[in-house]
């Protein structure tokens, strides 16, 4: 079992990082979480074949995100998939998606494998396989975006997720809002912790990462503005804690 980062970057485009997404790879499931623009070209980079992904997990609506979803699924017609895929995501948002690949003339009598939507509810476990299963929590990355949405019509669903994999608690904070998110979970023992850094500061992950005391922080959503301030953090941290927290990088395997 393993965690693979597909892309590490922020959601600014870049020529050295793709957008943030990770395989969770068990023996029974690998489970893509986020499909950003570029997503197909980075697990081709990543030598992911596309046949390998059985299901998706989307954290939230930001192209970084999810923008790749209609690319991905045409890849995978395109080597000829059979095997059925799975989409994980929002209850609120499911229509939107559903839409988004209709609209992109994705019809599944011509894709040759089925697509099937599952849609979750915050705060409920949702289980995937035999020893894969996830809960989704509400940050408040999107809140800020409330007031523009004057016809009402948004999904402003945005998660931090629990994902287990046989047994050990994975917690990704996903895109958060303030320093309250990374707490969203601490009732759970945490074995890894992925955290973005984009939206936060370096104290207050390092403040999170000695009160949640995972065995291991992985810093992901990287840009290269913060790329220069996480590769000065092993600098500052005493030893015991530099061998636990690690700034990922696109292609980097974790062991579970
Ligand atoms: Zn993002």
Request: charged share 25%; glycine share 6%; aromatic share 10%.
């Amino acid at each position: 079992m393993e965690i693979k980062f597909i892309g590490t970057g922020s959601g600014k485009t870049s020529l050295k990082r793709y957008h943030s997404s990770f395989l969770i790879n068990t023996e029974m499931y690998n489970l893509l979480v986020d499909t950003g623009d570029g997503i197909s070209r980075a697990l081709l980079h990543q030598k992911v074949t596309f046949d390998l992904v059985n299901g998706i997990l989307i954290s939230h609506l930001h192209p970084d995100h999810y923008s790749g979803l209609p690319s991905l699924i045409i890849q995978m017609k395109l080597i000829e998939r059979q095997e059925s895929l799975d989409i994980f995501c929002h209850s609120s948002q499911t229509d939107f998606l559903r839409n988004f690949l209709y609209e992109s003339y994705i019809f599944e009598e011509k894709l040759g494998f089925k697509i099937s939507f599952k849609p979750f509810e915050q705060k409920e476990t949702t289980d995937i396989s035999a020893g894969l299963g996830f809960i989704a929590n509400q940050n408040s990355h999107l809140k800020h975006n409330e007031q523009f949405d004057k016809s009402g019509r948004l999904s402003f669903a945005c998660n931090s997720f629990l994902i287990r994999v046989k047994g050990k608690n994975i917690f990704f904070t996903g895109d958060i809002g303030d320093f309250s998110d990374l707490f969203l979970f601490e009732e759970h023992k945490i074995a890894i912790m992925i955290s973005e850094i984009t939206h936060l500061s370096i104290e207050e992950l390092l403040d999170s990462f000695r009160r949640l005391k995972p065995e291991k922080l992985f810093i992901t959503h990287l840009s290269e503005e913060d790329e220069v301030l996480v590769s000065k953090l092993s600098y500052q941290l005493p030893s015991a804690e530099r061998q636990k927290v690690v700034a990922a990088f696109d292609g980097l395997i974790v062991k579970i």
